[in-house]
């Protein structure tokens, strides 16, 4: 399971800041990444003003504009920081040899896992995306691009198994499934929950229905394990 924690952060040249000079300037600048960022999970992105930003990461405001023009700017840095992060945990989850006698319905299920935790780890931080990405095309297609990464992440790892699936096409299959998974975790986000049946669902919950969402689309089979311990779980 993704856990993605600030302190952990390693420093990676980002596309949409211009690389320092000095490693002097790249500490202050992953301070001001770290800082922005915790700042934003425990407020949400509009209430975090840039001095309270440049107190957090022991900066200036002066120190602040001389890497960003503005916080729109920040958050793309912040967007592609947190898309090379999470790309690099699923590089390890997209390893075929880790799956290796291990059923379909179980790599599905750790995929969307995946899914559930990044988003309830991070759920603040991917709701500024999400809203900036209404105006800010930068920031919209660098989502857009990272889903389609999962998206051939995903199928690379099922459609091997091919055979197993019911649906006549199964890799436009698995990319809906993915884009249905993406959908329902940014309403999760925004909505800051997800409600069934007159009441808002556990991480449990929104993992194991995910995963029965996708694999019946699909047309995966559970083995008959996990559907009689599903059996159990509703009595």
């Known amino acids: 399971m993704l856990i993605l924690i600030v302190a952990q952060t390693i420093a990676f040249p980002l ?24 700042l934003i999970e425990e407020k949400g992105h509009a209430a975090v003003s840039i001095p309270e930003i440049a107190r957090r990461a022991r900066s200036s405001v002066g ?7 503005d916080k729109n700017e920040l958050l793309r840095a912040l967007e ?10 699923l590089e ?5 040899r880790r799956w290796e006698n291990v059923s379909t319905a179980q790599v ?10 990044v988003t309830r780890e991070r759920r603040r931080l991917i709701a500024a995306f999400l809203v900036s990405a209404i105006q800010d095309p930068a920031i919209r ?26 649906h006549p096409d199964p890799a436009l299959a698995v990319d809906l ?11 999760h986000v925004l909505i800051e929950k997800t409600e069934a049946a007159g009441r ?13 969402m996708f694999l019946r689309y699909v047309g995966i089979a559970r083995p008959a394990s996990s559907r009689t311990k599903a059996r159990k779980r509703r009595r």
């Open 15 to 38: 596309q949409t800041v211009a690389g320092p000079k000095q490693a002097r300037s790249e500490r202050t600048l992953q301070r001001l990444l770290d800082a922005a960022q915790v």
């Open 200 to 212: 808002p669902l556990s991480d449990d919950e929104l993992r194991r229905e995910l995963t029965t």
């Open 177 to 187: 499934a993915v884009q249905t998974a993406f959908a329902l975790m940014n309403h």
């Open 80 to 89: 592609e920081r947190h898309f090379i992060e999470v790309w690099q945990r």
């Open 108 to 117: 599905v299920e750790a995929a969307v896992a995946e899914l559930v935790s």
């Open 141 to 166: 297609e660098g989502g857009l691009r990272f889903r389609r990464r999962v998206e051939e992440c995903i199928r690379g790892l099922l459609l091997p198994r091919r055979g197993e699936m019911d």
């Open 92 to 96: 390890a989850l997209a390893d075929a």
């Open 63 to 69: 120190g602040f504009y001389a890497r960003f023009r």
